[in-house]
């Protein structure tokens, strides 16, 4: 069972910068791929990057590549998304998601087990 809050959502104007951060529980953290989504309403909840267990291999929308990083701290327990130069389309709310298959968090069809309960990102124009 893995537990994930993530934080560092907010208000920002277009051109700026947000860390985000998910917090996982659990003693096996180290043995998951982990990913970052997000959803706007009355769509589907879209893939934005991925990392596997170690943190050695990381995968991005098209949308955000070259902006956005995703890393992670296997000490901490801890994944990030350093999102750069966004974009009144970076709005939504962004979730934090947890699998042991890795296919899960880099865009495959298939959805991770465990979510965060999301925060919001705001970018003004």
């Known amino acids: 069972q893995v537990q994930l809050v993530e934080s560092g959502g907010g208000l920002v104007q277009a051109g700026g910068s947000l860390r985000l951060s998910c917090a996982a529980s659990?003693?096996?953290?180290?043995?998951?791929?982990m990913g970052w989504f997000r959803q706007t309403p009355g769509k589907e909840r879209q893939f934005v990057a991925g990392i596997n267990w170690s943190g050695g291999r990381t995968y991005y929308a098209d949308s955000v590549k070259g902006r956005f990083t995703i890393s992670r701290d296997n000490v901490k327990n801890t994944i990030y998304l350093q999102m750069n130069n966004l974009k009144p389309e970076d709005t939504a709310v962004y979730y934090c998601?947890?699998?042991?298959?890795?296919?899960?968090?880099?865009?495959?069809?298939?959805?991770?087990?465990?979510w965060g309960q999301g925060t919001q990102v705001t970018v003004s124009s």
């Open positions: 998601a947890a699998d042991q298959d890795l296919t899960t968090v880099v865009g495959s069809p298939r959805r991770p087990v465990y």
């Open positions: 659990g003693r096996t953290f180290g043995s998951y791929a």
